[in-house]
């Protein structure tokens, strides 16, 4: 390993649960497989690796020239499906795409949890985050790596489910997260006639800005590691608003949305919450 690989692969040795965010290229994998037994004493110990479905032979690949271990690739669909959960409490190292995660979770007990990408599971309502969520709960004592290059690539929120899988708790709530790292910079106020027939206004957030970010590091510090701790200072380089020049479709199914939006405001038919139509 590298200088910057040893760092991560030592960092809290006592501590299971860790996010490393060393940028592409850097060596994720190496890393993480390394901390995984380190963290375990050897290997010999169920090992389950969540991964996107196109670098699943790579992580097998990996997983050979770091252990020199074979490993179980879980990937079918349909009724190939049962079969292979048939073999599953017989595997050592368990190699998953996201789709599979639901079918494995009753058939395989890991110690040790990799997550590839863990920046893919930043949306709280989608079914992958439910699933990987799922999973956490079902093996909370099973250490948990997520890797990533690109852990908060827009706003704060986007680390938010990423060091919760990992970390539950450390965080707190998403609100409070929320409320404490980022500020609305814009708002739009839509009225509402309620029953009774006196009119309320909602205030929606437009546009968020991030805020203490030398907070942020300090409360992430203990679960993310990257070779560049001002990484996250980026966020204060981000502008309010940046301006584009569209041209063809795009200018077309802009301009429709745009206009579909100022109508429902008019129309007062717009409430929190709610989606345009654009397609």
């Not at 490993?71 to 017989?90: A, C, H, M, R």
Request: proline share 6%; charged share 25%; with cysteine.
């Amino acid at each position: 390993p590298k200088a910057w690989q040893k760092k991560y692969i030592l960092k809290n040795k006592s501590k299971k649960n860790l996010i490393c965010a060393l940028n592409i290229g850097y060596g994720k994998t190496l890393a993480v497989l390394e901390r995984a037994r380190l963290v375990e004493g050897n290997t010999d110990f169920k090992l389950l690796i969540i991964c996107p479905k196109n670098v699943m032979t790579n992580w097998q690949s990996e997983v050979r020239l770091t252990y020199d271990l074979p490993s179980f690739i879980f990937w079918e669909e349909g009724k190939k499906i049962p079969v292979l959960q048939k073999v599953l409490k017989d595997q050592q190292i368990v190699i998953s795409s996201y789709e599979m995660m639901k079918s494995l979770q009753k058939y395989f007990r890991p110690s040790q949890i990799i997550i590839d990408e863990i920046h893919s599971f930043k949306t709280p309502k989608a079914d992958r985050t439910k699933q990987l969520r799922a999973i956490r709960k079902a093996f909370p004592d099973a250490g948990c790596q997520g890797a990533s290059g690109t852990l908060a690539h827009n706003q704060p929120t986007d680390m938010y489910e990423p060091i919760d899988i990992v970390s539950p708790g450390l965080l707190g709530s998403r609100a409070a997260f929320k409320a404490k790292y980022m500020k609305a910079t814009d708002n739009i106020y839509i009225d509402k006639i309620l029953p009774s027939g006196l009119v309320t206004s909602y205030k929606m957030p437009i546009g968020f800005k991030p805020i203490n970010i030398d907070q942020l590091h300090e409360q992430i510090k203990p679960v993310v590691y990257t070779v560049d701790p001002t990484e996250f200072q980026t966020f204060e380089d981000f502008t309010d608003y940046i301006v584009v020049d569209m041209v063809g479709e795009q200018r077309k199914l802009y301009e429709k949305t745009l206009n579909e939006f100022l109508d429902a405001v008019d129309s007062g038919s717009l409430m929190p919450g709610d989606q345009l139509s654009v397609l």
